[in-house]
Nanobody, 120 residues
Framework: QVQLVESGGGLVQAGGSLRLSCAASGNIFRINAMAWYRQAPGKQRELVARITSSGSINYADSVKGRFTISRNSAKNRLYLQMNSLKPEDTADYYC??????????????WGQGTQVTVSS
């Protein structure tokens, strides 16, 4: 099992910045990838950014050039630096870990979420 705890959300004006952090604990050695997702009211949860164990990174088109995902493996932490925030970035942000189970299986673990509100 893997436990994920997010922090760093809050209220910020448009154009501002926030840095989200996710602390991972438990069976972290089997984490194959980590990601940030977000869910706005009335909308489906969507991928924001993902980083694999090999360092491959991908972003949603809507955040490219503004958000940066990074991982400090030594500290078991995942970060999301969010710059030039827009009101449409307002959502609950969730940390996700894709964890290997058995020989070939994988399963998702989720944090409890942290709220980001961007005022116009």
């Amino acid at each position: 099992q893997v436990q994920l705890v997010e922090s760093g959300g809050g209220l910020v004006q448009a154009g501002g910045s926030l840095r989200l952090s996710c602390a991972a604990s438990g069976n972290i050695f089997r984490i194959n990838a980590m990601a940030w997702y977000r869910q706005a009211p009335g909308k489906q949860r969507e991928l924001v950014a993902r980083i694999t164990s090999s360092g491959s990174i991908n972003y949603a088109d809507s955040v490219k050039g503004r958000f940066t995902i990074s991982r400090n493996s030594a500290k078991n932490r995942l970060y999301l630096q969010m710059n030039s925030l827009k009101p449409e970035d307002t959502a609950d942000y969730y940390c996700n870990a894709l964890v290997g189970i058995g020989t070939w299986g994988e399963t998702d673990y989720w944090g409890q979420g942290t709220q980001v509100t961007v005022s116009s």
